[in-house]
């Protein structure tokens, strides 16, 4: 073979036994790539439809895998998850939603013309008249009588009007009318001015536009309608619930005016029963709204309901609203007509109030309260602790000792503040207090109450002394106030003293009658004068603690109380009637939640109190006491003791006023009086920062200077004060005062002193000359 039919052969078939050349080659077939397959092994699973496009993505052309990734981690994430969910539940619940859809279509034109109905017919016009009749009052029927014949003649008088409008129009509008389509018709438009031209295209352009907008407002009104017919017969539930996930948590929690009102009606009262019948419906003075963590709503009642009535059935009203009575807050307004209604979200009330603000840092100023616990709302509440006493009451461990607690620390982190506590019993909760506290007695023996009663007589004794300092500072001030407070010569710090399980001092067979009569004078008048008595017990009823202590106190905080007695002994007489129950607070379930009135402006407060821990594993009381030292250190004070300055020794430092009065005349010969209190108040501020008109004029009128008027206006001479100041020198050198001489009777003096007595200075009563106060609170 040649070459070329050897390599044509080697093409053909590599295995040729190339035996032309001499050499033997064995054949080897064609070679083929595989690999053998058991067919008793298991097969693989058949691909799903995602793993399908998954591989056809990663495997198509120009798609990069990190896409296909993208979207199947999209197609797998919540949202989608959810998305797909409602998507398909609102597929199977189409049919629902389309007839529940013409059901509000019908309902709403319905409701459109039972609203025209009672536009036409004067409905509510005449159910005004309808309830008058029924009342007795003549004059308020003729009122509703004339006000429909007043608005009768007043629609027919529009409609003319309307009607003349028309008519007015058409014989302005239809002559133009003929003559443009008149000049249409008999002019070829080329013809045509040119303004006139313009006019034909332009009614031309409107006439195409309102050609191609008729089909589509042909179309689209219908829609609006429907739609709005279906707004207008809607359920009244806030929001379109229908058209969102069905397996809400809060799905049964709405509260709005249709269910107040549905609510109400079923109570069982009588003569709302009658306002239903009668086709009456509720006025809501106050929408139902959002308020903090519940539904506020205030309704004025009809003729014969008192808010009082609604209030005494508030588990019925509680059970239609969906909630428990301690959700269901239905208190009197501002008149006996008006009922203030507040509903809980559903559970909100079970939690605890959380950690208590102070609890890792912090300061108080006593002035502005302290921290007591959340409302209702969810609001953090600053108790006062100023101008203000405290009666604490309930059952045994429901939290009252923890709330007196909470407040007596919050009065610990005020540097300035006095502390004194007494247990009237064998209980370590107040323990920790011992550094802060100037005094501190516990125990159940005789001894106890006997201090106790002691200090009260002792914060009597201190409130004369502080009202006789107050007496004697610049403008008389009624009360004190954090710039006094913090003057400590003054001694007009805070001084709270706690008394806990105070019903065993108030029936100590000893000491008892003393120590109640006390309590009441000291919780009459003590508050001008930064003192205030905190009382805790366990037993609030008539025996237990004096009516008059119940009646004075400013502020009430009720526990789980067992009747209505104990709730009256510690709120007040009346509110149990009024809605203002603690009744309803279950024991143990509502631990450390009260029913307050007098802490906020609002008629009462559902209080979630702090609780700062002091048990078997958990002391957070001591770490506040510690701090509240440190704040001691660091103001420069020391703890108040029970030693008390005298009055003069507590008085302010002397002040030579005359001298003060001749440096802010600056060698002037005249200063306006207004200048003269503004150079006195800069130059000592301290002591004349306070002072008013009065003041300054008291204190002219004792050196025997007079204001004179100058130019219309009152002056100061500086020829007054150089006789002033001569003339106790003259008396300072003589040791006699000037126009009296000696060994004779005496003379009037040349100007009269111009000191009159205070003006809440009474004839003093019965009694001893001590007993006189400057305060009749």
């Avoid at 031209?197 to 332009?202: D, N, P, T």
């Amino acid at each position: 073979m040649t070459d070329e039919q050897r390599e044509d052969a080697r093409r053909t078939d590599p295995g040729t036994v190339a035996k032309h050349g001499g050499t033997d080659v064995e054949h080897v077939g064609p070679i083929l790539d595989g690999e053998l397959v058991d067919d008793t092994l298991p097969q693989p699973r058949r691909r799903t439809l995602r793993q399908r496009i998954t591989r056809w993505w990663r495997y198509a052309p120009r798609v990069p895998l990190w896409l296909a990734r993208l979207v199947g981690r999209g197609w797998q994430s919540g949202p989608a998850v959810r998305a797909r969910s409602v998507a398909a539940y609102r597929v199977r619940k189409a049919p629902a939603d389309v007839a529940r859809l013409a059901w509000f279509v019908v309902r709403g034109h319905w409701r459109w013309l039972v609203k025209f109905w009672e536009w036409a017919t004067y409905a509510d016009l005449r159910a005004d008249a309808r309830r008058a009749r029924l009342a007795g009052d003549a004059e308020a029927r003729r009122t509703a009588q004339e006000l429909i014949r007043s608005d009768a003649r007043a629609r027919w008088a529009k409609l003319g009007i309307a009607l003349q409008r028309i008519v007015i129009t058409l014989r302005v509008v239809a002559p133009v009318a003929v003559v443009l389509w008149a000049a249409d018709s008999l002019m070829d438009r080329k013809a045509m001015w040119t303004w006139l031209a313009e006019v034909y295209a332009a009614l031309d352009t409107v006439w195409s536009a309102l050609t191609a907008a008729v089909p589509v407002l042909l179309w689209t009104v219908p829609v609006l309608w429907a739609v709005a017919a279906a707004f207008e017969g809607r359920d009244g539930t806030p929001g379109a619930g229908w058209l969102v996930q069905p397996d809400r948590d809060d799905a049964d929690s709405w509260i709005d005016e249709r269910m107040i009102s549905k609510a109400l009606a079923h109570l069982g009262i009588g003569p709302l029963d009658r306002f239903y019948r009668d086709g009456g419906e509720l006025v809501y003075t106050v929408a139902a709204r959002k308020d903090g963590d519940g539904t506020f709503a205030q309704i004025r009642l009809p003729l014969g309901v008192t808010a009082d009535m609604v209030a005494a059935r508030r588990s019925k009203l509680a059970a239609n609203l969906g909630r428990a009575s301690l959700e269901t807050w239905p208190t009197k307004g501002d008149e006996d007509g008006i009922l203030d209604l507040w509903i809980a979200d559903k559970g909100v009330l079970r939690g605890g109030a959380g950690q208590w603000p102070l609890a890792d840092e912090g300061q108080v100023d006593l002035f502005d309260g302290v921290p007591f616990g959340l409302s209702q709302r969810g609001l953090v509440i600053n108790a006062p602790l100023i101008g203000v006493n405290w009666l604490i009451g309930g059952r045994p461990g429901q939290g009252k000792s923890a709330a007196l607690r909470t407040l007596l620390l919050g009065a610990a982190l005020d540097p300035t503040a006095e502390l004194w506590v007494f247990v009237m019993g064998e209980s370590p909760d107040f323990d920790p207090f011992t550094p802060r506290l100037s005094r501190y007695r516990m125990g159940m023996d005789d001894s106890v109450a006997e201090a106790a009663t002691q200090a009260l007589a002792d914060l009597l004794s201190e409130m004369e002394r502080r009202g006789k300092i107050l007496g004697e500072q610049p403008g008389r001030p009624p009360k004190v106030s954090r710039k006094l407070a913090d003057k400590r010569a003054l001694g007009l710090h805070p001084l709270v003293c706690g008394i806990d399980e105070c019903h065993e001092l108030f029936q100590h067979p000893s000491y008892g009658k003393k120590a109640a009569e006390l309590a009441v004078r000291l919780i009459k008048r003590g508050r001008k004068y930064g003192i205030t008595l905190l009382l805790a017990t366990q037993s609030p009823t008539k025996d237990s603690i004096p009516r008059e202590v119940t009646r004075n106190v400013s502020c009430g905080a009720a526990f789980s109380v067992a009747d209505q007695v104990a709730n009256d002994g510690l709120l007040g007489s009346g509110k149990y009637a009024a809605g203002i129950r603690a009744t309803e607070l279950r024991i143990n379930t509502d631990r450390g939640t009260c029913v307050a009135v007098g802490i906020t402006d609002e008629t009462f407060e559902l209080v979630r109190t702090f609780y700062v821990p002091f048990e078997d594993g958990a002391d957070d009381v001591t770490p506040v006491i510690a701090r509240a030292m440190a704040l001691i250190e660091e103001a420069g004070r020391a703890i108040e003791t029970s030693a008390r300055r005298e009055i003069e020794a507590a008085g302010p430092v002397e002040v030579d006023t005359l001298a003060d009065l001749a440096d802010v005349m600056a060698g002037d010969e005249r200063v306006r009086t207004q200048h003269v209190l503004a150079r006195l108040a800069e130059a000592n501020p301290e002591h004349y920062g306070a002072w008013s008109f009065a003041a300054l004029a008291a204190m002219l009128a004792e050196h025997g200077i007079t204001a004179r008027k100058s130019h219309g206006v009152m002056t100061v001479h500086a020829a007054d004060v150089t006789a002033a100041l001569t003339r106790r020198d003259t008396e300072d050198e003589t040791g006699e005062p000037d126009g009296e001489q000696p060994g004779s009777r005496g003379v009037l003096p040349a100007t009269p002193p111009g000191q009159h007595p205070p003006d809440d200075q009474a004839k003093p009563g019965v009694g001893r000359r001590g007993s006189a106060t400057r305060d009749a609170d």
